[in-house]
């Protein structure tokens, strides 16, 4: 599971061969989301307020990038 970025208080990921559709996985000591790509909203799990709203923000700024990405890890 390799760490695409890590802000400190969280960590996104992304797995090998993981499920559509294209996401990140937010971690953090205690909470734990899933991400999709394509519209930035959080559909699995629950983010703080601030942690979600930067883990959000952050996805549609890298959007291409973490889209690449995605299809490296699961082609």
Not at 8 to 31: A, E, L, Q
Request: hydrophobic share 40%; proline share 5%; net charge negative.
């Amino acid at each position: 599971m390799p760490t695409i970025e890590d802000f400190g208080s969280f960590k996104i990921y992304m797995y090998f061969g993981d499920h559509n559709p294209p996401h990140i996985h937010v971690i953090g000591s205690d909470f734990a989301a899933k991400i999709r790509i394509s519209d930035a909203e959080i559909f699995t799990g629950q983010l703080p307020g601030k942690i979600g709203k930067q883990a959000c923000n952050y996805v549609v700024t890298h959007k291409v990038r973490l889209m690449a990405i995605w299809q490296d890890y699961n082609e």
